[in-house]
């Protein structure tokens, strides 16, 4: 379970403490999925960090799983969103000089968890799912805009994640290969059954969840409220 309790991020100004998110409060249990919307500069990618542990808040509590990453040190944090948590990014971020199996298994080079499969095998699994099989081979220069998101979603996935985060997934790429991409992604994120919160500015993505949020003045609102 994601628990998120009077969540707030300041940061200091020339004229005091500017809020980006305040009093936001919410609780995703596995198999859930959320989008959040708002407008640019609403906080919605500042959340996405902090709910990653790659940012600290200025107060509020997250706990995944019953464990709270700001309490770890930068040692066990680490280790703690290799094996818990996924990313996607609206860049895909992938290493140019790799394959995309290479890719895909940059997450376990540092993960010390039990797999069912060998994660060479995982990897070409989830590409197969990905529908990625002839391209394992590829670097990314190779590939398209769509094609390099699913290598993505790939990777995110390699190491079971409980928790999977997608920062506008889709935003880079043309309606055809964002339909497919947000396919893929609702079908594996249940297949998974991993807790899935994604910020988007698209309401045809948003509108595919269960689930739907709004950030408006740095306080979070279920969608229409």
Do not use: W
Not at 83 to 110: A, K
Not at 185 to 206: P, Y
């Amino acid at each position: 379970m994601l628990s998120v309790t009077q969540l707030a991020k300041t940061y200091p100004t020339p004229r005091g403490p500017l809020a980006i998110l305040s009093n936001v409060s919410f609780t995703l249990k596995r198999g859930d999925a959320a989008a959040i919307m708002g407008p640019s500069g609403a906080g919605k990618s500042t959340l996405l960090y902090i709910l990653g542990g790659l940012e600290q808040p200025t107060s509020g509590t997250v706990t995944l799983d019953g464990r709270n990453p700001f309490t770890l040190s930068e040692k066990d944090l680490a280790a703690f969103r290799n094996q818990s948590i996924g990313f996607i990014f609206q860049d895909h971020c992938l290493l140019p000089q790799c394959s995309v199996i290479e890719n895909v298994l940059v997450p376990t080079l540092v993960a010390k968890v039990g797999q069912a499969l060998p994660p060479d095998n995982r990897a070409r699994d989830l590409l197969a799912q990905v529908a990625l099989s002839d391209r394992l081979d590829h670097r990314p220069a190779e590939l398209s805009g769509g094609e390099k998101q699913r290598v993505a979603l790939a990777r995110a996935l390699i190491n079971n994640p409980l928790l999977l985060l997608c920062d506008e997934p889709t935003g880079n790429l043309d309606q055809a290969s964002a339909d497919v991409v947000a396919s893929l992604l609702l079908e594996l994120h249940q297949r998974q059954e991993t807790i899935l919160v994604v910020v988007t500015h698209s309401a045809e993505l948003a509108a595919r969840f269960p689930l739907r949020y709004e950030l408006r003045n740095a306080n979070l609102h279920a969608a229409g409220a």
